[in-house]
């Protein structure tokens, strides 16, 4: 999924508990590793180097593709925090700014744990790193990036469905 999707996503299910940030922030992390179990497209990372015999050892190198792939990464999230907020705050539902701004970052974040467990190869990460991979397992489609958006813009939009005959 692109972190896009993860940020409304975890937006919508921060705006289920408005009242409770923790439980919000909970749900909206949990969000990320669910929709990652459901079959999706995912743009190449090209500084990413895959060890098919071990997940556990893959990694990003930091060099000429890691810097395009930063910003391609960064203006990802950027649109989703803008999305989030337009959606959540602005067009829709009214919510209040810093509990979609939290969900949209908790929907987010275990991406950017992958990079961290990448990087310092840490005990404490290494769990969320396998059951982020477990999820993930076989679930990767390749259909050309216009199918692959517009599935998970046909997700997205399902969800804010839901969330709206929720909240009404």
């Known amino acids: 999924m692109t972190l896009t999707t993860h940020a409304l996503v975890g937006a919508a299910a921060a705006s289920l508990f408005p009242e409770q940030p923790l439980l919000g922030f909970a749900a909206a992390f ?16 090209l500084s990413k180097q895959d060890d098919a015999s071990n997940k556990l050892n893959e990694d990003m190198k930091i060099g000429r593709f ?33 509990i979609v701004l939290m ?11 992958q990079f961290v467990y990448f990087k310092t190869r840490s ?24 199918l692959g958006l517009t599935y998970q813009a046909v997700l997205v939009l399902f969800i804010i469905v839901i969330l709206r005959a929720i909240v009404a």
């Open 66 to 98: 890691f810097f395009y792939d930063l910003v391609r990464i960064g203006n990802d999230i950027l649109l989703g925090l803008v999305l989030s907020w337009l959606v959540f705050c602005v067009w829709i539902f009214h919510m209040p700014i810093l």
């Open 123 to 146: 005990k404490i990460l290494e769990p969320l790193q396998r059951f982020h991979i477990w999820v993930q397992k076989g679930k990767s489609i390749h259909p050309p990036a216009w």
């Open 103 to 113: 969900g949209a970052c908790a929907g987010i974040l275990p991406d950017p744990l």
């Open 30 to 45: 949990a969000s990320h590793l669910t929709i990652d179990s459901l079959p999706h497209w995912d743009y190449k990372i």
